[in-house]
């Protein structure tokens, strides 16, 4: 038995935010069915992962193991459809522009009027209230707006965004938990209700603790600088003599330890260095002296030496060397499947394990509108009434 095994969700989303928050609760057990725009679909069918090869990392990354329907809820007859839908549905996600479901007649009020036990599930770029609640953007402008972006990157280097659509995956965790808490109250209350989150909420929610740092401190966060703007003592990434490896800190009373152990033993004849709290500038000091000496010796043999001493580090990986770590399939966070189309593949797993009803992520993301029929015959249309949507070209 699956955690959410009886639990129908409506997915309506675009990209990541949404898409990836219906696949998590698909992976949890949930039945999934994509509701997509005929001959067009989801916008991530279009970004392909390699040039002269269609799949796309990013629509199988978030679609696994759903059901796609197409159907443009822009139209009368696609509207019925999807008031059809809701009948035996629990959850309806969706991540549009703010007042886009309302335009269409799909709001969260007449959908609880048809259906009370509903939880509407919406995403949105900066929130649903404010003057910005309409503007249109993506994760880049999260990760911009939200602070992160200038952080990033070392003093008098340009900023950079981070090489993912962090945004986008904080705001799709934010969802999940906000309708699994839903649903929670559902069962007391008997009563659905929408939930509402963003990729800015969630950019700022991800900062919490550098946020709340600046609001007692005043003091506005540098760069990085290869580690973190209010976390010092030896915490950052240094260059090796084939990459680069990540000390997560070193702690005062060990520091003497490390230094001797790393070749540089006199650094321990500075008290600075030895002081639980470090200004930045002797946090820089540090950090020239350490990148001094970790070049020395490849990854491999730090890892190795750290590794024996009990410290906190990792290596800096690249995607190809992470997923060769075997604590990845072990944990499932990776697997082996086989796809019918593309044969044997690796894909992500699920983030999550649960001792008794642990989730089952699905292998094969849908072909646009490849469930269309099935779908609805299931929630009682017959097969003229699917030929004449068709026509109108209210379904695909």
């Not at 009886?6 to 994509?34: F, H």
């Not at 006199?266 to 000496?293: C, G, I, N, W």
């Not at 990986?317 to 992470?322: G, L, P, R």
């Amino acid at each position: 038995m699956s955690a959410l095994e009886g639990i129908r969700v409506l997915d309506l989303g675009q990209l990541v935010q949404g898409p990836q928050a219906a696949q998590m609760l698909a992976d949890l057990g949930a039945d999934v069915i994509k509701i997509e725009l005929p001959g067009v679909g989801d916008l991530s069918r279009y970004l392909p992962s390699a040039p002269g090869d269609r799949r796309s990392g990013f629509f199988h990354g978030c679609n696994r193991g759903k059901r796609s329907v197409a159907v443009d809820l822009r139209t009368d007859g696609g509207r019925q459809v999807f008031w059809r839908l809701l009948e035996s549905a629990d959850v309806v996600i969706a991540n549009f522009k703010a007042g886009t479901l309302e335009e269409w007649g799909l709001s969260y009020d007449e959908a609880a009027k048809r259906n009370p036990r509903i939880v509407y599930g919406l995403g949105s770029l900066f929130g649903p209230k404010g003057p910005a609640a309409t503007r249109e953007g993506a994760d880049l402008a999260a990760q911009a707006a939200g602070g992160l972006i200038s952080t990033t990157n070392t003093e008098g280097v340009e900023p950079t965004p981070v090489g993912a659509t962090v945004a986008d995956h904080m705001a799709s965790q934010n969802l999940v938990a906000g309708v699994l808490a839903a649903l929670v109250a559902r069962e007391r209350t008997g009563v659905g209700q929408r939930v509402d989150v963003s990729l800015l909420g969630g950019q700022i929610w991800a900062q919490a603790s550098e946020y709340s740092a600046y609001f007692i401190s005043g003091r506005v966060p540098s760069r990085a600088d290869g580690g973190h703007p209010f976390v010092r003592s030896g915490y950052g990434i240094f260059p090796t003599a084939d990459g680069h490896i990540a000390m997560v800190g070193i702690p005062a009373k060990r520091r003497a330890e490390f230094f001797a152990l790393v070749g540089m033993p006199e650094l321990a004849d500075d008290e600075r260095f030895l002081a639980p709290q470090m200004t930045d500038e002797v946090h820089l000091a540090l950090r020239q002296s350490l990148a001094k000496v970790l070049v020395r010796r490849t990854t491999a043999q730090w890892c190795e030496l750290f590794e024996a001493g009990n410290w906190r580090f990792a290596p800096v990986n690249d995607y190809q060397a992470a997923a060769a770590d075997p604590h990845l399939v072990e944990n499932g966070y990776v697997f082996e499947t086989d796809h019918p189309d593309w044969g044997r593949i690796r894909t992500v797993g699920s983030p999550i394990a649960m001792s008794a009803t642990p989730p089952v992520p699905g292998a094969v993301s849908p072909e646009l509108g490849a469930h269309t029929d099935e779908v609805l015959i299931a929630a009682g249309l017959s097969a003229q009434d699917i030929a004449a949507l068709r026509e109108s070209g209210a379904i695909g």
